[in-house]
């Protein structure tokens, strides 16, 4: 990573760090789940209302380091208003991103989420930007299995 994006990755991680979006609990919640991650102790709450096939309003509650709040936040902007397909894709290309795993856009604008590929360079943070996106994956396949709730974990 070059300086120019050294830089961007800081700015943004500490912008969603300190503004956190999506924090306000739902009234009405359709599904919900936590992750811990046990390594750090950051945790996370996700709530999703979903209105048919799309994610109508969410809510992202998160406790622990910088790129552990800053990525539930990033999560929350990207992912409010999209369809449970594309949510998911979405959350598969963040993975595999963050793992460092082949992965396609398929034309998908990522925004914001491509600096998260900044916290590689950091191997023990890997898994605090990921736990937002793992607790949303199990979350979105419990609604396939009709589970409205599971604890998830980063190991």
Known sequence: MNDALDSLYREVVLDHYKNPRGKKKLDHVDFKNEGKNPMCGDEIEVELEVDGNRVK????????????????????????????????KIAQI??????????????????????????????????CALLSWTTLIDTLDGMEKGRTSKLSSTE
Do not use: Q
């Open 57 to 88: 309003n969410l809510s992202v509650s998160c406790a622990g380091c910088a790129i552990s709040v800053a990525s539930g936040s990033m999560l929350y902007e990207v992912i409010k208003g999209k369809s449970l397909p594309e949510v998911k």
């Open 94 to 127: 963040v993975k595999a991103m963050l793992k460092g795993e082949e992965h396609s856009t398929d034309g998908i604008d990522l925004g914001d989420l491509e600096v998260l590929e900044g916290v590689r360079k950091f191997p023990v943070r890997i898994k």
